[in-house]
């Protein structure tokens, strides 16, 4: 269902350039900076959790799409997390399915997984 939603342009909605700017900052090792401001000040107003990811993911490639897939397995590891917990709190693997199933196959989820945002991390 990913491969149908996903979404390769970068989103004009959301925060997601400067979260690409903020994970290229730290990936070079040039700190968490407003690279808006000329003083190059320090960034007080995204939390750095995401930036960071990104910046891992960037010691690898700086491409946007690579880090689009990243944020898709993230979401598929979402599924196995559920699953996991599904079958453990009720202790029947069929309903640890079905609730992965249901997570995965979210829109909004889908959606937000195919765009560089941090609310799949």
């Known amino acids: ?3 149908y939603t ?7 909605l959301g925060d997601n350039a400067t979260y690409y700017i903020l994970g290229k900052g730290l ?3 040039e700190g968490y900076i407003n690279y808006a401001s ?12 995401y930036p960071f ?3 891992i993911i960037m010691m690898i490639s700086d491409n946007i799409q690579v880090i689009k897939i990243m944020n898709g397995l993230l979401t598929l590891g979402i599924g196995v997390f559920t699953y996991l917990v599904g079958k453990r709190m009720a202790n029947d693997s069929i309903f640890g399915l079905l609730a992965a199933l ?3 196959m979210h829109a ?9 945002m941090s609310e799949v991390l």
Do not use: E, R
Not at 108 to 116: E, N, Q, T
């Open 6 to 12: 996903y979404d390769s342009k970068v989103a004009i």
């Open 108 to 116: 909004g989820l889908l959606y937000y997984s195919s765009i560089m």
């Open 38 to 49: 000329p003083s190059k000040a320090p960034h007080n107003h995204f939390p750095p959790g």
């Open 53 to 55: 990811f990104i910046s």
């Open 1 to 3: 269902v990913y491969t």
């Open 102 to 104: 249901l997570v995965i």
């Open 27 to 29: 990936s070079q090792f």
